[in-house]
């Protein structure tokens, strides 16, 4: 068949390093409009756009997934399918009935379980256990069309949402390739989403990725992996945001938001238990362990993050 593959993060990288691969001819890229990135904020391609390129590729990166120019160059392509691996906007009826066989979207969580922007750190958030990958029909609605195929994950206990989502795309590349073949040999089959068991996953903000040290230490653990790498979980300390990463629950019990340094660790305290830090990164410097930062920083014997 052939493919307009829609993308723009690293995370999409894996399906179209596998489409290509594949037996089906990927005739271009539909991805994101360059942004501006880095200390210099000048205009950089995305991930799929620059290995689009490197490959030869033709790359559609329209403002928007609509408007008379963007439809005729992507009927001039004439798509059999269009796979979507995060591409990052929605796309209008008009550029769905482009394809003959539809927009189909690789999207990592068991639907009709975490439907939006942030699945798999929703999931580690709320602490689930199992999550997976699933690739299903695109519509106007927000994750609502009917399944192709879909696998479980296990999520680790400290499974960070970069850990969970580099070893999704990796198994949701095959799942995706293996819809397209379905699709080709007529034998694929695609069930409508349950109406029970729906949950939403909207993009994290920086405000909720805010530490809440007056949590639980389990609670506080699921946060912090969660919001690692993208956005980074944070407190405040002296006035000054740090950025902390993955933390280890433990038992100790201290105040909320105590910092007590031991010789090889440092202890922060929760609601319930405590954790240790792993790195803490300050405004404008790198990631450090968390003794050193300590060692650094001379916390006064009660002070606290806030």
Aim: proline share 8%; hydrophobic share 45%.
């Amino acid at each position: 068949m052939r493919l307009v593959v829609a993308g723009t993060p690293d995370v999409a990288l894996a399906s179209l390093d596998a489409l290509l691969a594949s037996r089906h001819e990927v005739v271009a890229v539909l991805t994101r409009p360059d942004a501006a990135a880095g200390r210099g904020r000048r205009q950089v391609a995305s991930p799929v756009a620059q290995r689009a390129r490197e490959v030869g590729l033709p790359v559609l990166q329209p403002v928007r997934p609509r408007g008379e120019e963007f439809l005729e160059q992507l009927r001039a392509l004439e798509p059999d399918a269009c796979p979507v691996v995060a591409y990052g906007a929605l796309v209008p009826r008009e550029a769905l009935d482009v394809p003959r066989f539809g927009w189909l979207n690789l999207h990592f969580s068991l639907l009709p379980a975490w439907r939006g922007a942030a699945p798999v750190q929703r999931a580690v958030m709320a602490g689930d256990d199992v999550t997976g990958a699933a690739v299903f029909e695109l519509e106007e609605g927000l994750d609502t069309g009917p399944v192709y195929a879909s696998l479980t994950e296990p999520v680790g206990a400290s499974d960070t949402s970069g850990d969970l989502l580099g070893r999704l795309a990796v198994r949701g590349a095959d799942l995706l390739v293996g819809v397209l073949d379905a699709i080709e040999d007529g034998t694929a089959v695609k069930t409508p989403q349950p109406e029970v068991g729906v949950t939403l996953a909207p993009k994290i903000t920086v405000e909720e990725a805010r530490i809440d040290w007056t949590a639980t230490a389990a609670e506080v653990d699921r946060r912090v992996r969660g919001c690692t790498p993208d956005p980074g979980a944070w407190t405040t300390f002296r006035g000054e945001r740090v950025k902390v990463g993955p933390v280890v629950p433990g038992p100790e019990q201290l105040p909320a938001g105590r910092i007590v340094v031991e010789k090889k660790r440092v202890l922060v305290g929760t609601a319930q238990g405590s954790v240790a830090l792993g790195t803490v990164q300050a405004a404008g410097k790198k990631a450090m362990g968390a003794t050193d930062w300590a060692r650094g920083i001379r916390p006064e014997p009660e002070e606290e993050f806030v």
